[in-house]
């Protein structure tokens, strides 16, 4: 299997390009974005050796259709897929917060309430709560937008107001749209019998409007339990079946890696990359609720850039 790692891309009217951890975004005069989901993969705020075969289709796609099934919510960034590893979209001055909303105490933050802590980003927590509860309504818990390598940091609204991160007003919208998503969300996935645990939303400004911008309710951004035995489990204190990216985190751990200084990323033999391949397909299945049709054409890069000139002259309209 082909794996797309890294990009160089010299589209009409490039300014810049940026290199993230997975995606590599091309900036186009200034006003247009042109994002391409590589196949890499990271974990523990690493990127992994190997690339992962169609996982950048199965997010970007993923992404593709939760932001066409909420633009009743809010506006968003995209305008087209002209690629199954792309999204084209324009530009916006991103707020340096990120929105997460959480339904459930798991996580990060049922290891900060086991720890004692009742409030979280200002947000107070009930007592008597148990791992992977779901909490009387969702909360929001926003975390500061760390520069490239920097680790982002857990904020409270009142913080992000008073350090003028953004203006109430701006951060009134914000926590409405998030909550208004996540309420979508979570709809969509009790159809295909899942729970939205929890997720992150990026939003940002153009022309004085707010649009919510980069992914949106993939296995990558969001956190999903199976409806199917919630209530069993959480009765019995046993750990939820997942649908996320956990479980490549899980493999790491139980190979002696957590991402900290001296440990070496275990062998990532073909075996495993397919196994990581086939559980993104089952991700994309079962989130959907389609069959995932791969694109295999030999070179991907040569397919982006000619469906990107496509789109830009006209000939792709969607």
Not at 259 to 266: C, E, I, L, M, Y
């Amino acid at each position: 299997m082909n794996a797309l790692i890294n990009t160089d891309f010299r589209f009409d009217g490039q300014k810049s390009v940026y290199h993230g951890k997975v995606r590599d975004v091309y900036n186009i005069n200034d006003d247009i974005l042109v994002m391409v989901a590589t196949d890499r993969i990271s974990a523990f705020d690493v990127v992994l050796p190997e690339g992962i075969p169609y996982k950048g289709q199965i997010l970007n796609l993923i992404a593709s259709k939760f932001l066409d099934a909420t633009t009743d919510i809010c506006p968003n960034w995209k305008l087209a897929t002209p690629d199954p590893m792309v999204t084209v979209g324009v530009r916006c001055e991103g707020f340096p917060v990120e929105m997460i909303v959480r339904g459930y105490l798991c996580g990060s933050a049922w290891r900060a309430y086991k720890a004692g802590a009742r409030q979280m980003c200002g947000v107070p927590i009930p007592d008597g709560m148990r791992e992977n509860e779901r909490f009387p309504q969702p909360v929001i818990t926003p975390t500061t937008k760390a520069e490239q390598g920097a680790h982002d940091e857990d904020i409270s609204r009142e913080q992000i107001i008073a350090q003028g991160l953004v203006s109430e007003t701006d951060y009134n919208v914000l926590e409405k749209y998030a909550l208004a998503l996540f309420q979508r969300g979570s709809e969509i996935a009790a159809e295909r019998g899942l729970i939205l645990v929890d997720t992150k939303y990026e939003f940002g400004k153009r022309d004085g409007v707010i649009y919510l911008m980069d992914e949106i309710h993939t296995p990558d951004s969001s956190r999903y339990f199976y409806s199917d035995g919630y209530d069993e489990l959480l009765s019995k204190g046993e750990p939820q079946r997942q649908l996320s990216k956990e479980f490549v985190r899980e493999w790491l751990m139980a190979n002696g890696f957590q991402g900290k200084a001296g440990q070496t990323v275990p062998e990532m033999t073909a075996t495993i990359v397919e196994g990581i391949t086939n559980r993104y397909t089952e991700l994309y299945e079962r989130i959907t609720g389609e069959t995932f049709e791969k694109s295999g054409e030999a070179d991907i890069a040569a397919r982006i850039e000619a469906n990107v000139r496509k789109w830009n002259d006209g000939s792709i309209k969607n």
